[in-house]
């Protein structure tokens, strides 16, 4: 399954960012997908309940934006938006058209724990 080998990728760099802080729990991840990349959102869930099994991030979160796809018409300049499917120009139906986004796979952002850090001698 493509989203498996996605959210893999996804976790191990949550993880290193988390651990790289001190973070001792991920309680969720924030994604941003584009609608052309084909990503089935139920899926990608799936994958990180499995993946996230003995992890610190077990038990948390998913936050799945999809973005919809935009483009620009070469033939009008008009942008607009769109599915996957039907690309053309809103405004002449040209098929020339350059996409703009939807195609992006980010990680927009993770809510961590870190613990207070640790005291050690008092420095008064
Ligand atoms: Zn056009």
């Not at 976790?11 to 990349?37: K, P």
């Not at 999809?66 to 769109?82: D, I, K, N």
Request: aromatic share 4%; charged share 25%; hydrophobic share 40%.
């Amino acid at each position: 399954m493509h989203e498996m080998g996605i959210m893999a990728e996804v976790l191990e760099s949550t993880l290193a960012a988390a651990s790289d802080a001190g973070a001792t729990r991920v309680n969720s991840i924030r994604l941003t997908i584009g609608e052309l990349t084909g990503i089935v959102p139920d899926a990608l869930e799936f994958a990180f309940e499995a993946l996230s099994l003995g992890t610190i991030a077990e038990g948390g979160a998913l936050e799945i934006t999809v973005v919809p796809a935009s483009s620009r018409c070469l033939t009008c300049g008009e942008e607009f938006s769109h599915d996957a499917y039907d690309r053309r120009c809103t405004a002449c139906g040209s098929f020339l058209c350059e996409v703009l986004g939807g195609d992006e796979l980010v990680i927009s952002g993770a809510d961590v724990d870190v613990p207070d850090p640790d005291p050690g001698p008092d420095p008064k």
